[in-house]
T-cell receptor, first 115, second 112 residues
Framework: DSGVTQTPKHLITATGQRVTLRCSPRSGDLSVYWYQQSLDQGLQFLIQYYNGEERAKGNILERFSAQQFPDLHSELNLSSLELGDSALYFC??????????????FGPGTRLTVL | GESVGLHLPTLSVQEGDNSIINCAYSNSASDYFIWYKQESGKGPQFIIDIRSNMDKRQGQRVTVLLNKTVKHLSLQIAATQPGDSAVYFCAENIRGYSTLTFGKGTMLLVSP
């Protein structure tokens, strides 16, 4: 158990809908990362938040957004869903001390299926 | 469990064999590399890392080799066990950045 929790574990929805995925980082970790894992693309970095502020952005679509709350949990919002958004979505957290890489601990993921 | 990827290269070995999983990384500026293991239905889990000032690092039953000249990374697993069956990813990081870039992954299947 990494200490990172994600809910829900599975989510099934229809095209055009909007969903929210939730992540709670390990105790003491200030950074949260979101990744998308699909069959075709592997693990793709989407976005990173550090202590409530956006720090880095990867291949995140404009239909997707995220935020990190004062208690450090994070939510990833996916809107106008398309079939191609079906994937595993992982959250990871790290201490993220400045100037160096810190190990990222991954949650168990949320499986999103868009029908 | 859930399938992580149906389009991954697959390495099939017998229990007790040594396994070698390879990875070609993309960015010559990357200076820190990590191998992750992902079991079915779970998130990636750290296995071993190596910095660019090294060419070899050993852990428990695992060894990572780095060849910066050809931008190649390998993971060697000694005496492979059925519990080693998983998808293995390499990831690269550039100093000063907190983000990772993952490779495509290799599925390791270990037969008893």
């Amino acid at each position: 158990d990494s200490g990172v929790t994600q809910t829900p574990k599975h989510l099934i929805t229809a095209t055009g809908q909007r969903v929210t995925l939730r992540c709670s980082p390990r105790s003491g970790d200030l950074s949260v990362y979101w990744y998308q894992q699909s069959l075709d693309q592997g693990l793709q970095f989407l976005i990173q938040y550090y202590n409530g502020e956006e720090r880095a952005k990867g291949n995140i679509l404009e239909r997707f957004s995220a935020q990190q709350f004062p208690d450090l949990h994070s939510e990833l919002n996916l809107s106008s869903l398309e079939l191609g958004d079906s994937a595993l979505y992982f959250c990871a957290s790290s201490v993220d001390l400045a100037g160096e890489y810190n190990e990222q601990f991954f949650g168990p993921g949320t499986r999103l299926t868009v029908l | 469990g859930e399938s992580v990827g149906l389009h991954l290269p697959t390495l099939s070995v017998q229990e007790g064999d040594n396994s070698i999983i390879n990875c070609a990384y993309s960015n010559s500026a990357s200076d820190y590399f990590i191998w992750y293991k992902q079991e079915s239905g779970k998130g990636p889990q750290f296995i071993i890392d190596i910095r660019s000032n090294m060419d070899k690092r050993q852990g428990q039953r695992v060894t990572v080799l780095l060849n910066k000249t050809v931008k190649h990374l390998s993971l060697q697993i000694a005496a492979t066990q059925p519990g080693d069956s998983a998808v293995y990813f390499c990831a690269e990081n550039i100093r000063g950045y907190s983000t990772l870039t993952f490779g495509k992954g290799t599925m390791l299947l270990v037969s008893p």
